[in-house]
């Protein structure tokens, strides 16, 4: 079952998304300097690609991804192990009356980009893009579902 990071309602507020940048940010500058003391998560090139804050900011959530999308599982248990750590580190730069507890969870977004790239170099589809670009002008368009008969 596929994870949906949106939320219910609305969607994020933009306090919520500035204090995640930040976050962010953060958490990949200490991850790219290693100033964690584990060699294991040290030895990983991990990309944070988002992190999304609850609505009052005490949980944070991070999409991460090693490089190349090797390791997983091994990235995500060290990042978990040290999230005390993190945790520590992450609020230098953050002006927060608390630090957000740390979540990680492995960054789909690439899986699915790459599942994009694959279907439309099926042969199939292929076809379909150019069947409907060589069409008259009018015969491709979508009918207009405001239109009046």
Do not use: W
Not at 30 to 50: C, F, M, Q, W
Not at 102 to 108: G, T
Not at 110 to 136: G, K, S
């Amino acid at each position: 079952m596929a994870t949906n990071r949106s939320s219910a309602g609305s969607g994020p507020k933009q306090r919520q998304l500035r204090v995640g940048e930040l976050i962010r940010r953060t958490l990949s500058d200490v991850l790219n300097k290693a100033e964690v003391h584990d060699p294991d998560l040290n030895r990983l090139s991990i990309t944070v690609g988002e992190v999304r804050c609850s609505t009052d900011l005490k949980i944070a959530t991070a999409y991460v991804m090693p490089l190349g999308g090797k390791e997983k599982g091994t990235a995500l248990a060290a990042l978990r192990r040290n999230k005390g750590e993190l945790r520590h580190l992450v609020p230098k730069g953050l002006t927060l009356k608390y630090t957000p507890d740390l979540r990680f969870q492995i960054d789909e977004t690439f899986d699915r980009m790459e599942e994009t790239r694959r279907l439309f170099a099926d042969e199939t589809v292929q076809r379909d893009i150019a069947a409907r670009d060589d069409a008259p002008d009018g015969e491709n368009d979508l009918p207009d579902e405001n239109a009046r008969d």
